[in-house]
């Protein structure tokens, strides 16, 4: 792992962050994705739609300078949420713990949420490194492995610090 750092998303960054969300190995693990990953037009429209809204902080990713993956922030219902999506050429290098931890560090709304599949282990380390804790757990389709297939999935939460902590 080199430098670390988030910025804002460019038009330039939007085919990397395409090919990044296709990795089948990366939808297997994140599971919870868009019903046809492999969709461009769908993915354009999505990606338009989240970077308009403001409710939504949409960060890429750097290791050095380059490209390897997208963070964020936004809003569901009264929640807000997390999320980092690491490209597979940079996975185990610990780049999304701290592009979590980056993250974290500019979203002062608490509790934070996050919401993760059950097996893909290495979201789950680093969330949990960066504070969140498991705050329940329930089977929920995984469009992205097909619409019969339900995948434990797991809310995690940051909470706020206690005063005096």
């Known amino acids: 792992m080199g430098h670390i750092e988030l910025r804002d998303l460019d038009d330039h960054d939007l085919d990397a962050v395409f ?54 922030t936004f809003a569901v219902g009264d929640d807000r949420e997390a999320t980092v999506w690491i490209a597979h050429e940079a996975w185990g290098r610990g780049v999304a713990t701290e592009a979590l931890r980056l993250l974290v560090a500019g979203e002062p709304e608490r509790p934070l949420f996050a919401r993760l599949a059950a097996h893909d282990a290495a979201a789950i380390a680093a969330f949990e490194h960066n504070g969140f804790t498991e705050v329940s757990r329930s089977l929920q389709f995984a469009p992205g492995l097909g619409h019969e297939v339900e995948v434990e999935e797991i809310v995690f939460a940051l909470m706020p610090a206690l005063d005096g902590a």
């Not at 990366?26 to 046809?36: I, R, S, Y």
């Not at 990606?47 to 390897?68: K, N, P, W």
């Open 19 to 72: 090919e990044m969300t296709t990795d089948a190995d990366a939808v297997a693990l994140a599971a919870f994705t868009a019903d046809d990953p492999t969709d461009r037009a769908a993915f354009d429209a999505w990606i338009a739609r989240e970077r308009a809204s403001r409710s939504v902080a949409l960060h890429a990713v750097t290791d050095d300078g380059a490209f390897v993956g997208i963070a964020a």
